[in-house]
C-alpha cells in the first residue's frame, strides 16, 4: 500500500517522470522529468535515499549501513516550457529500492539520514517532492522510515508491485502517480496506481507504458465526474478545480456522428457563492428537440418536447431521435438520468436538490469507447495547468475560470424555459464570495473542518472534504457538508 505525507510545501515542483532504472545495460546517464510553473528558471537538486540493508531483511547484515545513505547527489537547472515541463539529465540512479528527492538545495554529501538529520534537512534547505520506490515487499515497509525520519517531506512511497518498476509518471491531469513493471520481452507490460493496484492500460490516453519526457504525459480517463458545492469540479480525466466564474457553462456534450446523437448538459451558476443553481439537458439528435431542466426554485424536472410547452408531467421515456432517449428515474430531491443510444446505456446523471439552496450531480459514463465523442467541463483538460487559489493558508484548491466553456446565449436560447431564465437572472451580479481569507479566520476554519469530518468521514483525507470546509467557511453552512455527503454516497 502506498503511503502519502501529510505535509504541504508552498512550492508547486514536482517529480513529474522518471525510470527507477531503465532497461538495458548500466546507463551513464538517465533523463528525469520535472513539472512546474510554466516559463520559469528553476535550480535544485536531485538526490536518493538507499532503502536496501535493514537488519531485518535476510542476509542484510554485511549491507545494513546501506540503508538510510544519501547518493546520487545531483545540482539541476533549467526553464520550464508552456507546459511547465522540464527534462533533465544525470548520472544513472542506483537500482531500487530508494526514495528520490527533489530539493531547493543539495546535501552536503554522502551521509546517513540518521547521523545528523538536522543539518541534513538545514542543507537541503525546502523538499519539495520525494517518491519512494521498493523493489520487495520488505523495502516497501521501510520506505516509511526514510519519510518520518526526514520529517515527513512532500511526497509518496510507492507500492509493491512485483518487481521493480521500469517507469514512474504522474498523470498529466490529476497528478495522481502510477508506475509500470518490467516484463522484458517475455509479456506487455502493465499499469499499476501508486498503492499498487493493477489499471487497465486502455483506460489511458496515451499508451502509458512508454516514455514522454518533455512532452506531455498520459492521464487516466475515469467513469465519473461531478459537480458539488461552489462548484467543485471533478472531470473525466481525473482532474478537479473550483470554478471563479458565475454564468451559464457548457458542462458535458456528447456528438455522435452515426447514429445522429447530440446531448449537451448545460449549468448555470449563480449567488454569492456561485453555486449550481439549474441544470438542463438538452436532446437535439432528432429533428425536435427535446428539453429537460431542474433548478433549486422547485427541485422539479420541467420537460418540453416537439416544440410544445413546457410541462412537470415528466414522462418515463423522452424520446427526440430515432436512437437517443432520455430516461428520468427516482423521487423529488434525488433522481438519475439515464441516456441510452438504443438499448445501450451511454451514461447515467445523478441529480440532487435542495430546494432554495442548490443543486449537486454526478455523471457516470459505462464505456471507454464513447471517450473520443464527450467534451466540455467534464471531460477535463489534459495538460493544463491549473491556477492555484492563495485565499487560505489552510487550503489550496485548484481553480479554474472556464471561459471556453461559458456560453453567453439566454437560458431560453439554450432550450429552457422563460420561467427558469427569469429565476437564474434574479442570482445574477451578485458578485462573487467576499474571499475566503476574509470569512474565514483560524477558529472558523476549525469549526468547518469538524463539521466536514462529522459528516464526510472517511473522505476527510479527499479534495472532497477541502472543498467542504471551503463551501462551509464561506458561507453555505451545514446544508453543503450534509449535500456533499450524501452526493459522495448517491
Request: proline letters at 5%; a negative charge; hydrophobic letters at 35%.
Amino acid at each position: 500500500k502506498a503511503t502519502k505525507a501529510t505535509k504541504a510545501t508552498k512550492a508547486s515542483y514536482l517529480i513529474s517522470e522518471f525510470q527507477p532504472n531503465p532497461t538495458g545495460l548500466l546507463q551513464d546517464s538517465q533523463k528525469i522529468e520535472l513539472s512546474g510553473p510554466p516559463n520559469t528558471a528553476f535550480e535544485g537538486c536531485i538526490w536518493s535515499v538507499e532503502a536496501d540493508g535493514l537488519a531485518t531483511e535476510e542476509g542484510a547484515a554485511a549491507a545494513a549501513t546501506s540503508f538510510g545513505m544519501v547518493n546520487r547527489i545531483n545540482s539541476v537547472w533549467g526553464t520550464f516550457d508552456a507546459n511547465g515541463l522540464l527534462a533533465v539529465t544525470i548520472p544513472e540512479l542506483e537500482n531500487p529500492s530508494f526514495t528520490l528527492f527533489l530539493s531547493q538545495s543539495c546535501p552536503t554529501g554522502n551521509v546517513n539520514i540518521n547521523d545528523n538529520t538536522a543539518a541534513l534537512l538545514a542543507a537541503v534547505q525546502t523538499i519539495y517532492d520525494s517518491i519512494g520506490v521498493p523493489d520487495s515487499v520488505a523495502d516497501a515497509n521501510n520506505l516509511p522510515l526514510i519519510r518520518t525520519t526526514l520529517d515527513n517531506p512532500p511526497g509518496t512511497d510507492l507500492g509493491y508491485i512485483g518487481g521493480q518498476p521500469k517507469l514512474v509518471f504522474r498523470d498529466s491531469s490529476s497528478g495522481a502517480l502510477y508506475q509500470v513493471d518490467d516484463q522484458g520481452s517475455a509479456s506487455p507490460s502493465s499499469v499499476f496506481d501508486a498503492h499498487g493496484t493493477q489499471m487497465a492500460v486502455a483506460e489511458f490516453d496515451p499508451d502509458p507504458r512508454q516514455t514522454s519526457f518533455g512532452v506531455i504525459n498520459p492521464t487516466r480517463f475515469s467513469a465519473m465526474a461531478d459537480i458539488v458545492g461552489d462548484p467543485h469540479i471533478h472531470t473525466l480525466d481525473g482532474g478537479h478545480y473550483t470554478l471563479l466564474r458565475e454564468g451559464s457553462f457548457l458542462v458535458w456534450h456528447f456528438g455522435l456522428p452515426q447514429p445522429h446523437v447530440d446531448w449537451q448538459i448545460f449549468a448555470h451558476y449563480a449567488g454569492r457563492q456561485s453555486f449550481t443553481k439549474g441544470l438542463l439537458l438538452v436532446d437535439t439528435s432528432g429533428s425536435e428537440p427535446s428539453s429537460m431542466e431542474i433548478t433549486s426554485e422547485r427541485c422539479e424536472w420541467q420537460t418540453q418536447s416537439n416544440s410544445k410547452k413546457w410541462s412537470s408531467e415528466v414522462p418515463e421515456v423522452l424520446l427526440s431521435g430515432p436512437s437517443s432517449r432520455m430516461q428520468l428515474v427516482g423521487n423529488k430531491n434525488r433522481n438519475r438520468i439515464e441516456l441510452f443510444i438504443a438499448d445501450e446505456k451511454v451514461a447515467t446523471l445523478k441529480v440532487l436538490c435542495r430546494q432554495g439552496r442548490h443543486i449537486d450531480m454526478k455523471l457516470y459514463m459505462t464505456n471507454q469507447k464513447w471517450r473520443p465523442f464527450v467534451s466540455g467541463e467534464l471531460k477535463g483538460q489534459k495538460g493544463q495547468k491549473h491556477m492555484r487559489s492563495s485565499n487560505s493558508s489552510m487550503l489550496q484548491l485548484a481553480t479554474r475560470e472556464d471561459q471556453e466553456f461559458e456560453v453567453k446565449k439566454a437560458w431560453a436560447e439554450l432550450g429552457g424555459s422563460p420561467h427558469a431564465q427569469q429565476y437564474l437572472q434574479d442570482f445574477d451580479g451578485h458578485g462573487q464570495n467576499a474571499g475566503f481569507s476574509q470569512v474565514c479566520d483560524a477558529q472558523a476554519q476549525a469549526d468547518a473542518k469538524a463539521l466536514c469530518q462529522k459528516h464526510l468521514g472517511t473522505a476527510a483525507d479527499s479534495s472532497y472534504f477541502e472543498e467542504c470546509v471551503y463551501d462551509v467557511c464561506s458561507g453555505a453552512g451545514e446544508v453543503a457538508a450534509e449535500m456533499a455527503a450524501e452526493m459522495l454516497k448517491f
